[in-house]
């Protein structure tokens, strides 16, 4: 049976640009849906519609100004908008991830030591850790003799794909997916759709982020509009 | 996680420190829990080193408390101890890893009785013993073995940061203030030294209050944040909430004026 994992109810979110004379910009009003263990929801609607800012309020990076992100985990269900950083901090360890390409470096810490980092956070022993990160890396194309180095001094293409393996190498319930195909060749775009699909199959719930139309009608089971949640401006 | 880390190590109560007629800090108000690590940061004069100062007791504040809760579960005022008791808990259960080492370090020792002199104030007498727990420390902290017995004068400014932060961890402390530790470091030697702290936070589990003017710094290293500006905390949350999302004027004047390079 599906399970509720993410409930976004009424929330608003806008900026105030204190550096431009106190400049408001409300983004957005009124935002409410659901999400469901085992499918991947799209968030859809043009560039500036809010589907970024939309996205890092669910993983408490922008602070909503009203309303509710309920997060079920195990028992229990945590509002985000309220909730303590360290209470933050604990469900993005044990129950919401974010796949990015972009993720600040950390330097000095090889490739396969990064992404084996992760699975040994989800309790897997050094051996099995080395092992899945192993496979994680091969699927996605990163060639065996850049594993020992770290991905600072890899290309611009190896180190995204390096954040996207750290991001599916975690087993969190809910998956936030911030353009993980943009800019991959084809033959990665299909690496990260096997992926997507191998989490829906185990029932992660995943909400994401994609520009390309042929990727989001293959991964969307349902397509979000934002602009729904836009504010009305007066013209 | 057990009980034990759901209870603040440091709780801290209306704090307010003046000097004269001239405010220090005012009403600071926070918890600090195991395995944190919280950043302070605002702009010379703000207010940040005051309240370090205070918070590991090198001043005793005009008003306001800080508890804090030892080994034994225990949680006692500051303020309230004697100074010895101060003394011991800054030279066993805590660390202080200051801007200069010269401040921190006795430059004309040799390294290893840098790092051998905190297990001595504790009792340890066994020369042996505290020559390879020093030599182990040396080597977590990428020092050269065969440095031991160098006065840190003939080091480099990131081996004397290094080496300071050995002879703050060599007791195993539970709580180390870091007052501008890569302040005045090159780039590059400024990374390695962050990520050797990084490395040693996630290992250790240690709780620690750094007081920074880098973002960049508090963004690496931290958990949470507070912003300071004229002694008062004007905001604070997680890291990169507030430095993404930065809601006070303050605030986002400091994020804008960083320098983007690279990422």
Known sequence: MQQKILSVQNLTKSFVMHLQNGLQLPVMDGAGFEVFTGECVVLGGPSGAGKSTLLKMIYGNYAADAGEIIIAHGDQHTDLVTASPREILRLRQSTIGYVSQFLSAIPRVSALDLVAQVARQWGHSEEVAQEKAAKMLSQLNIPEHLWGLPPATFSGGEQQRVNIARGFMGEHKLLLLDEPTASLDAANRQVVLSLIEERKANGTAMLGIFHDADTRDKVADRVIDVTKFAVQRAA | ?263
């Open chain 2, 1 to 263: 996680m057990s009980l034990d880390q759901d209870l603040p190590l440091l709780s801290v109560k209306n704090l307010s420190h003046f000097y004269g007629q001239h405010l220090g800090c005012k009403n600071v108000n926070f918890d600090l829990y195991p395995g944190e690590v919280l950043a302070i940061v605002g702009e010379s004069g703000s207010g940040k080193t005051t309240l370090l100062n205070c918070l590991s007791t090198q001043i005793i504040p005009t008003d306001g408390a800080v508890f804090y809760r030892n080994r034994k579960g225990q949680s006692d005022n500051l303020y309230e101890m004697s100074e010895a008791q101060q003394r011991i808990l800054l030279r066993t259960d805590w660390g202080f890893v200051r801007q200069h080492p010269r401040d921190g370090l006795r430059m004309n020792v040799s390294a290893g009785a840098n790092v051998g002199e905190r297990l001595m104030a504790l009792g340890d007498r066994h020369y042996g013993k505290i020559r390879d727990t020093a030599l182990d420390w040396l080597e977590k902290v990428e020092i050269q073995a065969d440095r031991i017995d160098d006065a840190p004068r003939t080091f480099s400014g990131g081996m004397q940061q290094r080496l300071q932060i050995a002879r703050n961890l060599v007791t195993n402390p539970r709580l180390v203030f870091m007052d501008e530790p890569t302040g005045g470091l090159d780039v590059s030697v400024q990374a390695r030294l962050l990520d050797l702290i990084r490395r040693l936070v996630s290992e250790l589990g240690l709780s620690i209050i750094i007081v920074t003017h880098d973002l960049a710094v508090a963004r690496l290293l931290s958990d949470r944040i507070m912003v300071m500006k004229d002694g008062k905390v004007i905001e604070q949350g997680l890291t990169d909430q507030v430095l993404d999302d930065p809601h006070q004027a303050y605030t986002q004047l400091l994020v804008s004026s960083i320098l983007h390079v690279g990422s």
